[in-house]
């Protein structure tokens, strides 16, 4: 944990995790990093997920209602939900996350995310970049990265399921309208 960490009630850290910032009842799977400020709540965070500095997911609607998930709009009957971030999803800073909203494997986030993102998506509609796909090459070569600062090395399993994820999201990706291509910020 970061000194001046505000890590509230009802959390799980799993190892090798690097935490700061403000985390409340969320759980967060080990190789993960939420080092610098920001807030994380009643949220459920994968392994090796890296949340840059300033991310933070919104857990409560400004109409204090239950929040629905999902494209079926399922009523969790709560009125505290954060975001559902799967394995090896990168934010950039700054990012904001709406409340209940679910991120999939591998995707990379920038700016206000406002709805559910598919795996293998880099995503920053707010920035006014339609949705790219994140071919599982580079989602690969970002984790060799990763693990390469913990002494470690993604095994053939490992790398076997990142593809196989890839091709079982493809309808997902389509249907949110993810387009194949380079991202890039500059017009």
Not at 32 to 58: C, M, Q
Not at 123 to 130: D, M, Q, R, T
Request: glycine share 12%; proline share 4%; charged share 25%.
């Amino acid at each position: 944990m970061r000194p001046g960490a505000r890590i509230r009630n009802g959390c799980s850290i799993g190892p090798v995790c690097r935490i700061g910032g403000e985390v409340e009842e969320s759980i967060i799977h080990g190789y993960s990093n939420k080092y610098h400020d920001g807030f994380l709540g009643h949220a459920y965070v994968g392994e090796w997920v890296n949340l840059g500095a300033l991310t933070t997911n919104s857990d409560l609607k400004n109409t204090y209602g239950t929040v629905r998930v999902g494209p079926e709009k399922v009523d969790t009957g709560r009125q505290k939900v954060g975001a559902f971030i799967a394995d090896f999803v990168k934010t950039s800073v700054g990012t904001l996350l709406y409340t209940g909203k679910r991120v999939g494997v591998a995707s990379h986030l920038h700016g206000l995310i406002a709805e559910d993102v598919p795996s293998f998506t880099i995503y920053a509609k707010s920035l006014g970049v339609e949705p790219v796909e994140l071919e599982p090459e580079s989602a690969l070569k970002t984790l060799e990265r990763m693990m390469a600062r913990r002494g470690l090395s993604p095994t053939n399993a490992v790398r076997r399921l990142l593809e196989r994820v890839f091709y079982i999201t493809e309808r997902e990706k389509l249907q949110a309208g993810v387009k194949r291509g380079r991202f890039s910020l500059s017009p």
